[in-house]
C-alpha cells in the first residue's frame, strides 16, 4: 500500500453545527479514531482532499502530523459524498494503524484488456468489483489488476483464480465470480404462417356467436313475458 502525506487541521469542538460552519468555510470535517486512543476531530481542506483522492485513491497509507514532529499512520475508513453533488466531499472518517499489525481493507478490481469473447458477441459480467484483504500495511495492494484479454464465451475468473502473496489472506468467498463472458442474448419470436388470419376469423366468429347467442336471449326473454302477463289476465278474469 502506498504511503502519503496529508495536511489536517485540528479542530476543537464536534457535531452537527460545528461541521455546517466547516463545510461553509471550504473545509471538509473529519475523525480519526481506533487502537484505543482518543477520537480526535479534524478539518481539511476540501480542495486538498480532492486533489489526494484523484493522485493517490482511498487505498492509501495516510501519514497525518496532528501535533508538531508527530506523525500518525491510517487509513481512509470512510469518504462521505452529498447524495446528489457526487463532488462535494461531507466528512471523511480515519483510522489509526500500526505498519506492524496487519489490516482489514477493500481493494478495487481492474480488468486488463479485452475479452476476446466480447469481441465474437459475448457479454462480459463483472459483478465482484472488489476484494477484501487482511495483511500488513506494506504489503496491501492499491488495485488488483485482472488480465481478461484471453477469456472466451463461457469462460469464468473466480477469486481462487486470483494470485496474491501468501502473507496476503483474501475474505471473500473464493467460489464468487469476479468477471464472466456469457453468451449473447438472443430473443427469438416464432411466427407461423397463417395465424394472424386464422385469428382475425376465429374472432369474427367468436363474435358473431356472442351477437347470436344475445338475438337467441332476447327471443326467449319476450315469451316469458307474455306468459306472465297472461297469467296474470287469466288471474283476473277469475
Known amino acids: ?34 487502537r484505543k486512543q482518543d477520537t480526535v476531530a479534524l478539518q481539511i481542506n476540501e480542495r486538498a482532499l480532492k486533489q489526494f483522492l484523484r493522485t493517490y485513491g482511498e487505498n492509501v497509507i495516510v501519514n497525518m502530523e496532528i501535533t508538531e ?18 463532488r462535494v466531499l461531507l466528512h471523511a472518517d480515519f483510522i489509526r494503524i500500526s505498519l506492524d499489525e496487519p489490516v482489514t481493507s477493500t481493494v478495487p478490481i481492474v480488468l486488463v484488456g479485452t475479452p476476446a469473447g466480447a469481441q465474437e458477441g459475448g457479454v462480459t459480467e463483472f459483478p465482484l468489483r472488489a476484494l477484501t484483504l487482511n495483511c500488513l500495511p506494506a504489503l496491501m495492494p492499491n488495485e488488483i489488476s485482472v488480465d481478461v484479454t484471453n477469456l472466451d464465451i463461457g469462460d469464468i475468473i473466480y477469486v481462487q483464480d486470483i494470485e496474491l502473496d501468501d502473507e496476503v489472506e483474501v475474505l471473500d468467498d473464493l467460489q464468487r465470480m469476479i468477471v464472466s463472458v456469457s453468451h449473447p442474448r438472443v430473443q427469438v419470436e416464432e411466427v407461423v404462417e397463417g395465424e394472424e388470419g386464422e385469428g382475425e376469423e376465429g374472432e369474427g366468429e367468436e363474435g358473431e356467436g356472442e351477437e347470436g347467442e344475445g338475438d337467441d336471449a332476447e327471443e326467449r326473454t319476450e315469451p316469458e313475458l307474455i306468459s306472465r302477463r297472461r297469467r296474470s289476465d287469466d288471474e283476473d278474469a277469475e
Not at 514532529?69 to 457526487?86: D, L, M, T
Open 1 to 34: 500500500m502506498q504511503q502519503a502525506k496529508l495536511d489536517v487541521q485540528q479542530r476543537s469542538s464536534f457535531g452537527k453545527k460545528n461541521a455546517r460552519v466547516i463545510r461553509q468555510s471550504g473545509d471538509v470535517p473529519a475523525v480519526l479514531y481506533g
Open 69 to 86: 514532529g508527530n506523525s500518525e499512520p491510517a487509513i481512509i475508513k470512510e469518504i462521505q459524498r452529498h447524495p446528489v453533488e457526487k
